[in-house]
């Protein structure tokens, strides 16, 4: 596997169920993100992890919970989701090497909440 | 605040012309980097091409290059020989040295069709 991976691809979930995605990357990089992508709207920059530590939470509600055991996994537990959660989560990771930004990206979990 | 806008919700060209997607930021930053992503309809967000400010040389890759003009902080970006595979959605992307870590700050997207 190369680059960043995550799975599953697609997820269907009631509300009351608790589900978790993954993501994972080769690149050797040393920070993790997650992001919402809903439908007409920009990408919403959710957690940051830098070298496993989490440095970065924008308002996100507690039934998204975050998990980073090492700096090339990366968990987004889900639980007590609403309708309104449904919509593309990405996954990225960069360098941080002296301010190096560039972010690469996952091919996505397309959440429906039921 | 720093901000992108991409004004042309939709465009679309024929195959093997030219199109050029703009992309204008907002920003009290010097030192921040610039770039374009692309999303095909299999979801997957790619870098296109990306540019450092301090740079004045326009980045190009392959058939993809940008015009940077700095004073102006616009960043668009030229397609030359539109492939069919080109269809997708384009974001222009900003971040910049001393802010939040991940704070990469995307446009709304242009939503481009390579027609045959």
């Known amino acids: 596997e190369t680059g960043v991976t995550q799975t599953p691809r697609h997820l269907v979930m009631g509300m009351t169920n608790k589900k978790s995605l993954k993501c994972e990357q080769h690149?050797?990089?040393?920070?993790m993100y997650w992001y919402k992508q809903s439908a007409k709207k920009p990408l919403e920059l959710m957690f940051v992890?830098?070298?496993?530590?989490?440095?970065e939470n924008n308002s996100v509600p507690s039934r998204f919970s975050p998990e980073c055991p090492n700096s090339s996994h990366l968990f987004l537990h889900l639980h007590t989701l609403q309708p309104e959660d449904s919509a593309l989560y990405l996954c990225?990771?960069?360098?941080?090497?002296?301010?190096?930004?560039?972010?690469?990206f996952g091919p996505g979990t397309r959440l429906l909440v039921l | 605040a720093q901000t992108v806008t991409q004004s042309q919700p939709e465009m679309s060209v024929q195959e093997a012309e030219t199109v050029t997607l703009s992309c204008t930021y907002d920003?009290?930053?010097?030192?921040?980097?610039l770039f374009w992503y692309k999303q095909p309809p299999s979801r997957q967000m790619i870098l296109v091409i990306r540019?450092?400010?301090?740079?004045?040389q326009n980045a190009t890759e392959n058939r993809f290059s940008v015009n940077f003009q700095k004073a102006a902080k616009s960043f668009s970006l030229k397609i030359s020989d539109s492939q069919l595979g080109d269809t997708a959605m384009y974001f222009c992307?900003?971040?910049?040295?001393?802010?939040?870590?991940?704070?990469?700050?995307f446009g709304k997207g242009t939503k481009l069709s390579v027609k045959p």
């Open positions: 990225a990771s960069s360098p941080w090497e002296g301010g190096e930004e560039t972010q690469y």
């Open positions: 540019q450092e400010a301090y740079k004045q």
């Open positions: 992307a900003f971040t910049y040295y001393g802010g939040s870590q991940g704070n990469l700050i």
């Open positions: 920003t009290s930053e010097s030192n921040y980097y």
């Open positions: 992890y830098n070298f496993k530590e989490q440095t």
């Open positions: 690149l050797g990089h040393n920070a």
